[in-house]
């Protein structure tokens, strides 16, 4: 089974950065879009999409990200970063990484079915003012 772990979360103040990690581990023949979503305290039902990128290299940002943040990643490491920067209180939250959407996508292997998705255990960020 691929399993992914994320990592660079930490405390800052406002104005300041942060760089994710999230390193995907585990025998798999496909490739993923990587994904970044965020669950805020009191919002424990719903996560909120902050960014992906896709298997060519295509990306897109959630509507708050205001040009913020820099999806990226490292296919030959199986490494996608979020690199945040002028981060605000309100950027508070777990941040957690998930795969999904495989190519080449197959029906005879688990890990590249097409519904296959994995998320992560989260990496928690929190910007005081």
């Known amino acids: 089974l691929v399993q992914l772990a994320e990592s660079g979360g930490g405390s800052v103040q406002a104005g300041g950065s942060l760089r994710l990690s999230c390193e995907s581990s585990?025998?798999?023949?496909?490739?993923?879009?990587m994904s970044w979503w965020r669950q805020t305290p009191g919002k424990e039902q719903e996560r909120e999409f902050v960014s992906v990128i896709d298997t060519v290299g295509v990306t897109r940002y959630g509507g708050f990200v205001k040009g913020r943040f820099t999806i990226s990643q490292d296919n030959s490491k199986k490494m996608a970063y979020l690199q945040m920067n002028s981060l605000e209180p309100g950027d508070t939250a777990m941040y957690y990484c998930?795969?999904?959407?495989?190519?080449?996508?197959?029906?005879?292997?688990?890990?590249?079915?097409?519904?296959?998705?994995?998320w992560g255990q989260g990496t928690q960020v929190t910007v005081s003012s």
């Open positions: 585990g025998p798999t023949f496909c490739f993923y879009d």
């Open positions: 998930k795969i999904d959407r495989p190519r080449p996508a197959s029906y005879s292997a688990y890990e590249c079915h097409p519904n296959y998705t994995v």
